[in-house]
């Protein structure tokens, strides 16, 4: 599989948004791709050092995304987390093999900036996906809490 990643620009704003549309569970959370709120937060997210929104590419083409954010904390001897969040497939790439290249790169990025940890969430309801990550070595270890604001 011949699939380069590198930082999103962005030009990738509405495919990205689109990916992360193309999903039932968080298909309400999204609006218009070509909305500028998104261009606002890719600002924000690209300014960010301890930001990386990255794209998949196939022959020039996106064909995936995910965000990787670095933590600092005291916790775990001061060691830096690395959280893995949005990560999406486009649809016809799905079960080919991307999702896992995708979190291996990941899982690498974050070895190789020393974080003593990857985490990441996944929707209670997304059985596929816990198996998935199960099967890449993350542990199902603690419950998640979160309030919409």
Same mark, same amino acid.
């Given at each position: 599989m011949s699939v380069t990643f590198r930082q999103a620009r962005p030009a990738d704003v509405p495919l990205i948004v689109a990916m992360l549309a193309d999903d039932?569970?968080?298909?309400?959370?999204?609006?218009?791709?070509?909305d500028e709120v998104y261009l606002t937060a890719f600002a924000a997210v690209d300014a960010d050092p301890r930001q990386e929104l990255i794209v998949a590419e196939r022959n020039g083409e996106v064909v995936g995304t995910m965000q990787i954010t670095y933590i600092p904390g005291l916790s775990r001897r001061g060691g830096e987390r690395a959280l893995v969040e949005a990560v999406r497939v486009a649809a016809p790439e799905r079960g080919r093999g991307l999702g896992r290249a995708m979190m291996r790169w990941a899982i690498d990025r974050a070895r190789e900036r020393g974080c /003593?940890?990857?985490?990441?969430?996944?929707?209670?309801? /997304?059985?596929?996906?816990?198996r998935f990550y199960g099967s890449l070595g993350f542990v199902d270890s603690h419950v998640g809490f979160k309030l919409a604001l």
């Open positions: 039932p569970i968080a298909a309400a959370r999204e609006g218009d791709p070509s /003593r940890m990857v985490q990441l969430t996944s929707d209670k309801d /997304r059985a596929e996906a816990h």
